[in-house]
């Protein structure tokens, strides 16, 4: 059975850093490409950052130069570094494991507010 478990969340001020986990199981986490997405009530749930199993990375141009993806396949996880939040950044994160062929999975989701 596959589980993706999101934590990290919370509430942080404008300017501040939060970061994110996903740990998963029951999959081959070295072959997964892992993704992060976000969605706030009544819209689509948008690609904030991807992380390849090679390490090559992608960004959503809203988080570039602020968010950092990185895994450790020997914990299979996958963190998302967030610094320079702002309002806009708030949402429920969710994390996401795929590869050809198999997938995609989602974990439940953590929910990120940036407010002062």
């Known amino acids: 059975q596959v589980q993706l478990v999101e934590s990290g969340g919370g509430l942080v001020q404008p300017g501040g850093s939060l970061r994110l986990s996903c740990a998963a199981s029951?999959?081959?986490?070295?072959?997964?490409?892992m993704d992060w997405y976000r969605q706030i009530p009544g819209k689509e749930r948008d690609v904030v950052a991807s992380?390849?199993?090679?390490?090559?990375?992608f960004y959503a141009d809203s988080v570039k130069g602020r968010f950092t993806i990185s895994r450790d396949n020997a914990k299979n996880t996958v963190f998302l570094q967030m610094n320079s939040l702002k309002p806009d950044d708030t949402a429920v994160y969710y994390c996401?494991?795929?590869?050809?062929?198999?997938?995609?999975?989602w974990g439940q989701g953590t929910q990120v507010t940036v407010s002062s």
């Open positions: 996401n494991a795929h590869r050809i062929g198999v997938g995609p999975f």
């Open positions: 992380i390849g199993s090679g390490g090559s990375t």
């Open positions: 029951g999959i081959i986490f070295s072959r997964m490409t």
